[in-house]
């Protein structure tokens, strides 16, 4: 082969990029989404919904950059567009102060900035649309303790939670969430924590060693859906998981989702942590069309309970 | 190699001095052969780069052209040091991590700390904290590898690890944030995160190391070294004292990169700097570096980070898909090493 080749080959590759990047026609308004990394299935959701309601719409041209769960990689794809002067930038940040300084650039650059779910240090965003991860750790612990009065007759019981990637912030104030109710019950025993990182497969391991150490379990708190997947296998294996209930939280839709776990009677309830881009289209929709429409600086969504009761209804809702 | 004579290999040493300063006899053609890959990517960029509203090629903009000599700088600054090890016939894996380090040291000195000096000491002795834990871990590099022999990827696989566990044990697992007021963390991360600061930064110790391999003695131990080491342990070179120093010098850069990483993040991060090592890696390989050792040079490498950071910049320009990003992304390092290869054979 000649270097030749090689030279056409690589100019070859480039030559599909002006195909990818089709703006000719009607008015279309360019929206750049920088999602902090495609990997988890929360923000994969995301992703899926904000193409499904954006394609709706017809007139709008979505880029979503995957900044891969990198602070440095998310600040240069913000820096690209930039450049490339959307008419909406939504920046879901990987971490609060690394973000804050290439938002407010973009800002400063006049590009309107809707900042997804995890707020940033310095208000340099148009409007803030987040859920709340602490009301989410009290709605688990309360229901926690509405099960074990279920169960008993009075608020006690064991219980084990496995937590997430530690210093992550959803992982505190879920974790944080949860006790601050759980404090109030002397009879609520806390017998056991882990650490999974958010993971399937490590909270399986977890479980495992737990259950040999703890004969007798009522509930099992999983800081996200998979965790408490996880814990409910390893249980299987051993025979006991009808001994506890499993709870978890995102309430993702779909097959893969916590609210087909609770259908199939895997899971007690999942929390459904607000996926927040309904929401974000809606508002960006009304920036880009009005010039003077002027957003609330904050939306703060709820989280919802869902139990076998509610469970097909939200799975319609939140499938797409 | 082993099988050689020793004789044959002394002879070989001796005549080799002369490639050493090949550099600056070589004509300008075959320099720019070698070099092929950047000039070719320039011109792909120019030919797909999308128009700004206004006309001009978004690609040519100035404030385009400091965002990318600003993106690459961190693992430019790490190749630099890269290069040095794998002249030697090394590699240094550790240098992601330690970048997390230090970013973290420095981070943690500056927000935890009650200083009770003016800020500028305070940030400067912070910084050197940082940048001598770098250089620390490139000592216990080199020692291990040098005086216990080693090899140079188990060695930094091991301090890989351990330094990440170091990182994440110092702040207990979390990020240290530093803000944005007027206080003396700020002021930090305001004084290292501009972009004079950190491209000048890149610049200024790419030249510090390209005359520090092709001008000094130093250097010339490091390509010998890496070229045949029985015959340059034969000629009487130090070479476990240039290992040392070489993997010393790539802890230091990484330790810098890390103080840059936190002033322009705002934040010391131990989990920061993944696949840092291997982005260096490859930087230095398509800057026509042979992982061999031997040969190479910093202003391939300069060339490599360069090639890597205009591909990102112009798919990123045009909205490549992510993942089509690094499928296109491993083509093209293979397609470049490949070219200057064959740049080298010709040249």
Known sequence: ?320 | MADTPPEALKATTIAKPTRYFALLHRPLKSHLKRFVGLPLILLVALAFSPHSPRGGLIFLEFGNITDILRQISEIGIISLGMTFVILTGGIDLSVGTVLALSSSIVASLLTRTQWGVPASIAISLSVGAAVLAGVMVGVTNGVVIARWRIQPFIVTLATMIGVRGLARGLTSNTNIDIGFGTDMPSVFAGALSGRAVVIGSYVVLSILLALLLSNTIFGRHIRAIGDNEKAAQYAGLPIAKTKILAYAMTGLLAGYSGVLHAAQNHQGNPNAGVAYELEAIAAVVIGGTSLMGGSGSILGTVVGTLIMGVITNILRLNNVDNNLEMIAKAAIIIAAVWLQQKGKESA
């Open chain 1, 1 to 320: 082969m000649s270097r030749r080749v090689v030279y056409l080959a690589l100019v070859g590759m480039f030559a599909f990029l002006p195909a990818c990047h089709n703006n000719q026609g009607a008015k279309k308004y360019f929206v750049a989404f920088s999602q902090c990394n495609n990997a988890e299935p929360y923000r994969a959701a995301q992703n899926q919904l904000m193409e499904k309601l954006f394609q709706q719409k017809g007139n709008v041209q979505l880029v979503i950059a995957d900044a891969q769960q990198d602070n440095s990689k998310q600040i240069a794809q913000i820096e690209t567009f930039i450049r490339q002067k959307p008419d909406l930038l939504i920046v879901a940040p990987n971490e609060r102060a690394p973000l804050t300084e290439v938002m407010g650039r973009a800002m400063a650059a006049g590009i309107p900035v809707i900042c997804l779910e995890r707020d940033i240090t310095q208000p340099n965003y148009t409007t803030f649309i987040g859920a709340d991860n602490l009301a989410i750790g009290k709605m688990a612990g309360q229901f926690v303790v509405d099960s074990l009065n279920r169960k008993y007759g009075k608020p006690q019981g064991k219980v084990v939670e496995i937590r997430g990637l530690l210093g992550v912030e959803a992982e505190m104030e879920r974790y944080n969430g949860a006790h601050d109710v759980l404090k109030g019950y002397s009879g609520i025993k806390i017998v056991h924590e882990a650490v999974a990182d958010w993971l399937q497969s490590n909270a399986r391991e977890r479980m495992l060693e737990i259950l040999r150490a703890q004969p007798e379990i009522d509930v099992l708190y999983g800081h996200n859906d998979p965790m408490a997947v996880g814990a409910y296998l390893a249980a299987r294996d051993l025979g006991r998981d009808k001994q506890m209930i499993f709870i978890g939280v995102d309430g993702l839709g779909g097959p893969a989702g916590g609210i087909k776990k609770v259908e199939d009677g895997v899971l007690a309830a999942t929390f459904y942590y607000p996926l927040c881009v309904d929401k974000a289209v809606e508002i960006g929709e009304q920036i880009v069309q009005d010039p003077n429409f002027h957003p609330d600086k904050q939306y703060i969504l709820k989280p919802e309970l869902i139990t076998s009761e509610n469970a097909s209804q939200m799975y319609q809702k939140l499938t797409f």
